[in-house]
């Protein structure tokens, strides 16, 4: 009798972790908030449209040129410097060498301009004119968003099934023999 309880308790056990596991979003240590471009153009020091025309590594640091098309907010020179960390997961930005994008970037007090995942930069078309209009409504940080449903119910399914097993295997039976 004992072991059947003991096999109930590890299958719930096993079910709830199976759970917890599966439907936990992904840890990191950078967590955005959600910004309307509006927010994000009144925050940044220097906003501008370019292209990346060269990537290095810099320690934890990540250094882009970019070739800048535009300029939407601050001084900002035709071939800019930014800076950001080289890791996602301490709020580094994720830019692709080459490709065209709109940045929001923050000017430290020694004139180093920097940026990160949570400051907005977006990509945008070749044909992209900025303004200083908001244009987009404000983009979701990228990662698995929701409970995944489906899994959750199959699996509390199978737990209750499991246990219903288990406790009707252990029911007293009746003997109609008298």
């Known amino acids: ?4 309880g003991t096999a109930t308790v590890l299958g719930g056990l096993a079910v709830a972790a199976a759970l917890q596991a599966y439907a936990a979003p992904p840890a990191a240590a950078c967590s955005c908030a959600t910004r309307g471009e509006t927010d ?3 925050s940044a020091d220097a906003v501008f449209v370019g292209r990346i ?3 290095r590594a810099a320690g934890r640091e990540v250094v882009w040129t970019f070739a800048v098309d535009a300029v939407v907010k601050g001084r900002v020179a035709a071939r800019q ?10 709020c580094g ?3 692709l060498n080459h490709t065209r994008y709109l940045v929001f970037a923050d000017v430290r007090d020694d004139g180093t301009v920097e940026t990160g995942l949570c400051s907005g930069n977006r990509r945008v078309a070749d044909d992209y004119a900025p303004t200083n209009e908001p244009t987009a409504q404000p983009q979701r940080p990228s990662g698995r968003n929701g409970v995944p449903w489906p899994f ?4 509390a399914a199978a737990g209750a099934a499991a246990t219903f097993a288990v406790r009707r295997r252990q ?6 023999s008298s």
């Open 93 to 95: 930005a994720e830019l």
């Open 81 to 90: 410097t930014v800076r950001s960390s080289a890791f996602g997961s301490s």
């Open 1 to 4: 009798m004992r072991t059947r």
């Open 53 to 55: 025309a060269s990537e």
């Open 171 to 176: 029911a007293p039976k009746i003997d109609d």
């Open 40 to 42: 994000l153009l009144a």
């Open 152 to 155: 959750v119910l199959v699996a």
